[in-house]
């Protein structure tokens, strides 16, 4: 290949601008900047919450206050003043919305810019969406289907007002407040998020989806997801993230919680598309978020997918907690940077109980400035008799002035279990490449063709819905390279 | 009754220790040595000691070798050892040079450096400083980092005397040099040894780093060795371990490699209270090659760190990294590999690999390989795994009639085989292989002391494994 031309396709990949840019002009309603004690009573206040939870927000800020930020990872965070954040903004307009006709065309429209037409998906993909505008949920779909399952999906706060007893039962039982520092935060201040619960022995009939989006400057977003699939029930819950472009930073700092009992099993999907930053590395979104799952019951299973193409710092570990006997946790991952973008992510899999194993396949892509880090710990406890774990984590390298990072942690006290890891560093090789040109592949279809392969493994673990828009946001990502 | 000692109190002592002792300490010193030396320690006052908190040591709590009031000599001891006992060192069909550390002080009659035939210079670091204070100052401590922990700054602080060796360019040293640290006191000793290796263009050199305890006695040693290897030099390094379950060894090697050099580091851990190997190698030079090796077996409440930092500096080198333990009883055995390929350091090939063998469900095993990259035309590859004896294997021998405890041997040696076919010196091979065996038999006791062949009994054994067969 000509070394002129590879520099072009591989300037195209750094320089192609975010598409996603653009803000809704909607009427806001939001708290004043800061963070204390009466905002977190405000936002309770405005939620019209339980005691217990304006509890459970106050220990949370109580405790963070005594927290320090990470600073363990391979990441450069510039100073996030907190105090600089608003931590409450809500569609002012909220009334009860009985069709979509109802919603703000204006909001719609904001949707339809992204791909995502309710009721295309309504009517074509029976996808049960719920959209979560900024912080609070605007519309659900399809819930009178799922309603009839018995299958409750809804906004946090729906559930806070609705079910009480199973958001007091089950929220912090995976990730406690005080878990960490952006964890504790997020207990502190969480705005909306959505909740699901499968019942007994209930086969979820479709996909379930939420898109999250960031609007209005300066918001921070403090999403809480907490899932519960109750014993033998099946459940696949995607999530994706596409934000407009901005110069100011924005903090995200979210907790997802999954809960599987006996013998349910869920599928969490993500493609994750904050706006990065633009060339320079200017603005972008601080992702710090805190998944993680637990394998309650035996027989259980959490799969985890991600496409991580956003954010201008990733700091995120999804997780999985396998206490139950013969539990099995999944990691599938395709985590993209490019320009001056920053990625420390990974998985962690504990491993509590007997014959539990898990998988973790990590694929690393990074160009331009960027920093990718892969950062798991796969951890075998004494009870954990035959455990077994496999790890692989390969990073690819397109161009010279980035960074590829492994650091995996293997901690065992077991002597009946296996743990394996193996993971690669290496560029696209010149005879592959050279292979395609020769079949009269160019350059650049080539690159995607080699990329596209080099992801499939994560990639084929998208439900079908979702796998169209993973692929489209690594082109956008890696725009030029990827056909 | 003994008063408890933990770290603090260890540092206090130190702190005045150094102090009072200021003079004698540095009374061989170059103005430079000396200087450092205080900076070093103004080092250690502010960083103390190491402790779990930090990352690179959050596996090795050093907290139960503080609990012992150690005692810290200030020049050699009058007496000396049977001189027997040292030359009973040689290895059977093994031809070395042997120079030795007792009680961390270069042992000798008198105390001139020994100059070879062709020019190898071999001796006590204390006494190079006085004859070759150029050469010395020109490598000493210009490779070690005080800064990377407080131990580091502690040696150098302290460190009064070590071992010296020069192979002057071109030169090749046929013989290996077998360098025989002997601890062998009755109180508990806190040694800090600084060893000095340079080795000049184009020239060879094999050494053998033994360490080993003469007792049961608690000691803590603490030793930074530096070892620059210039243009096209190559250098085998072997390490081998054999202390007693109560002695702490914190060993720290700095290898600095210059263009197309090549060096291969051996270290065996046969035995040992804690230890921690620490290589740090950097690639300075382009077509550089470093492999890096090690075994360890550990058992009881053994606990053995292996840290490697390999150091892509420079564009076309290679590294490889082979370690292989097994870890019994309730011990622990941590590996912690990092390979740092910097910008622009491009057709660099580095490999990294951790096996461990689970043995019992209080042994713990931990294992970090580690890659930070930062140039795209590499090949980095890492793998770790733990597991346990092959059951299928472990079928197929007991099927041909072995015993399931010979069986078991038989895999767990050949298990270890790898890392000791690495060992390119033949005598050394057979005899680590003979060591390595007799320690997985459990036969291999601290009077059966790794090189020393004193008193051992040779025991028949109503089955032997028939090596060649695997």
Not at chain 1, 68 to 97: G, R, S, V
Not at chain 1, 254 to 272: C, F, G, N, P, R
Request: proline share 2%; charged share 25%.
């Amino acid at each position: 290949m000509k070394e002129e031309e590879q520099n072009n396709i591989l300037d195209e990949v750094t320089q192609s601008d975010y598409k996603y840019g653009f803000v809704t002009d909607i009427e806001m309603e939001t708290a004043a900047k800061g963070l204390n004690e009466d905002i977190i009573r405000y936002i309770s206040m405005k939620k019209n919450e339980p005691e217990f939870l304006l509890e459970y927000r106050l220990r949370a800020y109580r405790k963070w206050l005594t927290m320090k930020e990470p600073d363990w990872a391979h990441l450069k965070i510039p100073p996030i003043d907190y105090q600089d954040i608003i931590y409450y903004a809500a569609p002012k307009e909220k009334k009860e919305l009985s069709s979509l006709d109802e919603v703000d065309p204006e909001l719609l429209e904001t949707f339809n810019k992204l791909g995502i037409s309710l009721e295309e998906q309504k009517r074509l993909s029976g996808v049960a969406v719920d959209a979560v505008f900024d912080s609070v949920s605007v519309k659900t779909t399809f819930s009178e289907t799922l309603e009839k399952q018995g299958i409750i999906f809804c906004s946090f706060s729906e559930a806070v007002q609705n079910h009480p007893e199973l958001v007091k039962k089950y929220m912090g039982s995976v990730v406690p407040y005080g878990d960490n520092y952006f964890a504790a935060l997020n207990s502190a201040v969480f705005s909306d998020g959505s909740f699901c619960y499968i019942p007994k022995g209930v086969k979820c009939p479709v996909e379930l989806s939420t898109y999250f989006r960031i609007n209005t400057a300066g918001t921070g977003q403090f999403e809480r997801t907490l899932l519960i699939a109750d014993e033998g029930s099946y459940v696949s819950y995607m999530e994706g993230c596409t934000a407009p472009q901005r110069d100011e930073n924005q903090l995200h700092a979210a907790v997802v919680e999954i809960v599987a009992l006996k013998d349910a099993e869920v599928k969490y999907s993500t493609v994750q598309n904050w706006y990065p930053g633009d060339k320079d590395g200017k603005g972008g979104i601080y992702n710090f978020v805190t998944k993680r799952g637990m394998c309650k019951g035996s027989h259980s299973k959490i799969s985890w997918t991600q496409v991580e193409t956003g954010s201008a710092i990733t700091w995120k570990y999804p997780g999985c907690i396998l206490l139950g006997d013969n539990s099995v946790g999944e990691f599938y991952s395709v985590a993209v940077t490019n320009n001056h973008q920053q990625a420390d992510t990974g998985s962690k899999m504990i491993h509590i109980g007997k014959n539990t194993k898990s998988t973790i396949i990590s694929k690393g892509i990074s160009a331009g400035f960027s920093n990718n880090s892969y950062r798991g710990l796969v951890k075998i406890s004494k009870r954990a008799e035959n455990s077994r774990n496999y790890s692989q984590c390969d990073s690819l390298l397109l161009g010279d002035k980035c960074g590829a990072h492994t650091f995996p942690y293997i901690n065992t006290a077991n002597s009946s279990s296996i743990v394996e890891h193996e993971a690669t560093t290496s560029k696209i090789s010149e005879d592959q490449l050279f292979y395609c040109q020769q079949r009269g592949i160019d350059t650049e279809n080539a690159i995607g063709l080699i990329v596209n392969g080099y992801a499939k493994e994560v990639l084929k673990q998208l439900p079908m819905e979702f796998a169209v828009e993973a692929q489209k946001l690594l082109s956008v990502s890696l725009e030029g390279s990827v056909g | 009754m003994e008063t408890k000692y933990n770290d603090i109190l260890f540092k206090e002592k130190l702190v005045s220790l150094f102090n009072e002792h200021r003079r004698k300490i540095g009374f061989n010193d170059t103005g430079q040595m000396s200087a450092l030396r205080d900076n070093a320690f103004e080092t250690f006052e502010k960083t103390g000691f190491p402790h779990t908190k930090i990352e690179d040591w959050r596996n090795t709590n050093l907290k139960n070798v503080f609990a012992h009031n150690y005692n810290v000599l200030f020049e050699a001891q009058a007496d000396k050892p049977d001189i027997e006992k040292i030359f009973q060192c040689n290895i059977h069909n093994f031809d070395t040079h042997i120079i030795a550390l007792y009680n961390g002080w270069y042992l000798s009659e008198d105390k001139h450096l020994i100059t070879l035939p062709n020019g190898t210079i071999i001796g006590s670091l204390a006494q190079a400083v006085k004859e070759y204070p150029e050469l010395v100052e020109k490598h000493y401590n210009k490779y070690a980092d005080i800064n990377e922990n407080g131990l580091i700054a502690l040696n150098t602080a302290f460190a009064q005397d070590g071992i010296f060796i020069y192979v002057p360019d071109g030169v090749e040293t046929y013989k290996t040099i077998q360098i025989v640290n002997i601890l062998d006191r009755d109180d508990k000793l806190f040694i800090q040894n600084k060893n000095l290796i340079i080795v000049g263009k184009n020239a060879k050199l094999t050494f053998l780093h033994c360490d080993d305890s003469y007792n049961y006695n608690r000691s803590f040693t603490n030793t930074v060795t530096e070892v620059f290897i210039d243009e096209g030099a190559v250098v085998d390094h072997y390490k081998l371990q054999n202390l007693n379950d109560s002695s702490a060894l914190i060993n720290t090697t700095y290898f600095h490699l210059e263009k197309e050099s090549k060096l291969t580091s051996n270290a065996i851990t046969l035995n040992g209270g804690l230890i921690r190997n620490k290589s740090n190698v950097i690639l300075a030079g382009k077509k550089g090659k470093a492999n890096i090796y090690g075994l360890y077996l550990v058992d009881k409440e053994q606990h053995i760190d292996n840290r490697v930092f390999v150091d892509h500096a420079e564009s076309d080198c290679d590294s490889d990294e082979l370690f292989k333990g097994i870890a019994d009883d309730n011990a622990t055995a941590v590996f912690n590999g990092h390979i740092l390929v910097r910008k622009d350091s491009q057709k660099t090939n580095a490999s990294q690999t951790n096996r461990n063998i689970q043995l019992t469900d209080k042994a713990t095993v931990f294992s970090k390989p580690f890659l930070e990259i930062y140039a795209d035309d590499v090949k980095c590859s890492h793998g770790a795994t733990v597991g346990q004896l092959d059951e299928e294997a472990l079928f197929y021998i007991k099927s041909r009639g072995i015993g399931e405890y010979d069986a078991k041997l038989l895999l767990l040696y050949a298990f270890a085989a790898k890392v000791i076919n690495k060992i390119s010196v033949e005598a050394l091979r057979e005899n680590i292989d003979d060591l390595v065996k007799k320690r997985l038999r459990g036969e291999l006791a601290i009077c059966d002391m790794c090189v020393l062949q004193c008193k051992t009994q040779e025991k028949t054994y109503e089955f032997e494994i028939d090596l060649s067969k695997i």
